[in-house]
């Protein structure tokens, strides 16, 4: 007997399989079977209905790579820069504790159909501190209702400027001021040692179950030691769990791997033993030809960040290049979409507006190649394709049912591609229930699983606790002239350009998308 019937005008079984007036059987958190309406309503009469005739079924939505900021940047006077200048700003951000700045996010995700995020975190400043903040954490995201991969991680070294044994040189070129006030910054930054976090990570990851899992996330190559990330690699293999990092993310994180250690940062990691199917990298904006190539040779993963990208200057990834290459690409909102919405639908049109380049010969994404990022590209990333990202018999029941009447107004073609229309037209306003693992946490799109008003009042209570400290933000203003001098002359001195990387190896006659001829 089934649970519950999700009913639309279209069900989006996956990205290439879209039915028409079908509905979707559900029984103890799967889906147990898919037909006609007419069918399923006489076969499971009397079971709870879910949507209608102007409605669509989709398969549950997946952020691949998100930061749980509580409150919009902006919101909190910390503007879009270069990635390198506004990490200084970072420790400005409000002072909210893990539970509700993730029960916070963890809400919005839920408002636009995304039933399974990976949040990357910070790991804390000592191994209780760490247990204790990745146990809130999933507690907030099981009180929402939302699957999370929960990966913490820490800035062991280069925290000033990338590179090893560039920081002294960097710290000369100060003021005495402002070398002053970074000194004491710094001085107050504390944070969990090498081994403490890799016990840390033995004691938490056994924790995770099909809801919740815990996962490695080295914050990038340039901030974790070598060893630590060999370590890494073999953890991750023997406990059975997975790795995000950030990678090639900035345009001078494209320069780094080859000024400092003279190979591709792929090839590094291939070296570690870090470069295969447990891994994931968010941004990869400076990929070139061959770090792609070696990226779906060894079945690496790449979660696709475009508003982020855009935000913080690091420029456009080569994601239609990575998917005809045959990286699998999923989709990721990383807390900083544009106009902070938070919405993963106009994230998706981002993706396809800007990898659909004005040139005929160059590879380009479909409307369908991005609806497939965000579902099953989501879920080989978390390892899960065989249960995450389609409406398959079998599968978790995670599903969203959107109102169709709003995108398809004033009028629609019969004939209607639905995965155009979706891509192209719907908003998080349109989303009217959200399922995971069978449990509505969305309904009329109002939260079931947490009290809102209850989290707001708390969330505001903390924000007046503990107002946010500007030293930092006053900071990053102070060196932002001198950091983008600094890798300014990176720029010159460097023989190895990222653009240069990106270019195919036979010359095109016409130009390449995110080439810089």
């Excluded at 009397?46 to 998100?66: F, K, R």
């Excluded at 250690?261 to 990298?281: C, H, I, P, Q």
């Excluded at 995108?407 to 037209?425: F, N, Q, Y």
Aim: aromatic share 6%.
């Amino acid at each position: 007997m089934a649970d519950m019937l999700l009913t639309g005008r279209w069900v989006v079984v996956s990205p290439t399989e879209v039915l028409e007036n079908h509905t979707v059987a559900v029984a103890k958190g799967r889906v147990c079977a898919v037909g006609p309406t007419d069918e399923m309503r006489t076969r499971y009469a009397g079971v709870p209905e879910c949507g209608g005739a102007t409605s669509a079924v989709l398969p549950g939505l997946i952020n691949a790579h998100h930061h749980c900021y509580g409150v919009e940047l902006a919101n909190q006077n910390i503007g879009d820069d270069f990635l390198e200048p506004w990490m200084f700003a970072a420790p400005s951000m409000v002072g909210l504790s893990p539970y509700v700045s993730t029960a916070h996010s963890a809400l919005r995700l839920i408002k636009t159909g995304v039933t399974a995020v990976v949040d990357m975190c910070s790991a804390g400043v000592s191994l209780a501190e760490g247990v204790a903040r990745l146990e809130e954490k999933a507690q907030a995201y099981r009180d929402v209702g939302i699957r999370a991969a929960i990966a913490p991680g820490e800035r062991w070294q280069n925290r000033i400027v990338h590179g090893a044994g560039e920081e002294q040189a960097f710290l000369q070129t100060l003021p005495q001021d402002v070398l002053d006030a970074l000194m004491r910054c710094e001085a107050d930054r504390k944070r969990l040692t090498e081994q403490d976090y890799l016990k840390l990570m033995q004691a938490i990851i056994p924790a995770g179950d099909a809801m919740q899992q815990f996962w490695y996330g080295p914050t990038g190559p340039q901030w974790t030691p070598e060893p630590l990330l060999v370590e890494i690699a073999k953890e991750a293999e023997r406990l059975d769990t997975r790795i995000q990092t950030h990678a090639l993310e900035s345009y001078y994180e494209g320069l780094e791997s080859q000024r400092i250690y003279g190979k591709r940062l792929m090839r590094r990691f291939a070296d570690m033993g870090l470069l295969g199917e447990r891994l994931s990298m968010a941004h990869t904006v400076w990929a070139g030809q061959e770090d792609i190539a070696d990226i779906a040779a060894s079945g690496a993963h790449v979660s696709h960040n475009p508003g982020s990208n855009l935000r913080l200057r690091s420029g456009i990834a080569p994601a239609a290049e990575m998917q005809m290459q045959g990286v699998s690409v999923a989709l990721g909102m990383d807390g900083t979409t544009l106009g902070g919405a938070e919405d993963i639908f106009d994230e998706m049109r981002l993706a396809l507006t800007l990898n659909t380049p004005p040139h005929s010969r160059a590879s380009a994404l479909a409307a369908r190649d991005v609806f497939a990022m965000a579902t099953l590209g989501g879920a080989r990333l978390l390892g899960r394709q065989h249960e995450l990202g389609q409406l398959k018999p079998g599968f978790c029941a995670d599903a969203v049912v959107v109102d169709m009447s709003r995108p398809m107004a004033p009028w629609c073609a019969p004939d209607v591609d639905p995965i155009e229309l979706i891509v192209g037209r719907l908003k998080a306003c349109d989303v009217d229930t959200v399922i995971v693992d069978g449990k509505r946490v969305l309904e009329g799109g109002q939260a079931t699983q947490i009290e809102e008003v209850s989290l707001f009042d708390r969330l505001r209570h903390e924000l007046i606790q503990t107002p946010p400290d500007d030293c930092a933000r006053v900071l990053s203003q102070l060196l932002r002239p001198y950091l983008l001098e600094w890798y300014a002359r990176w720029e010159h001195e460097s023989p190895h350009s990222p653009e240069a990387a990106r270019r195919p190896a036979t010359p095109d006659p016409v130009l390449r998308y995110g080439s810089s001829n």
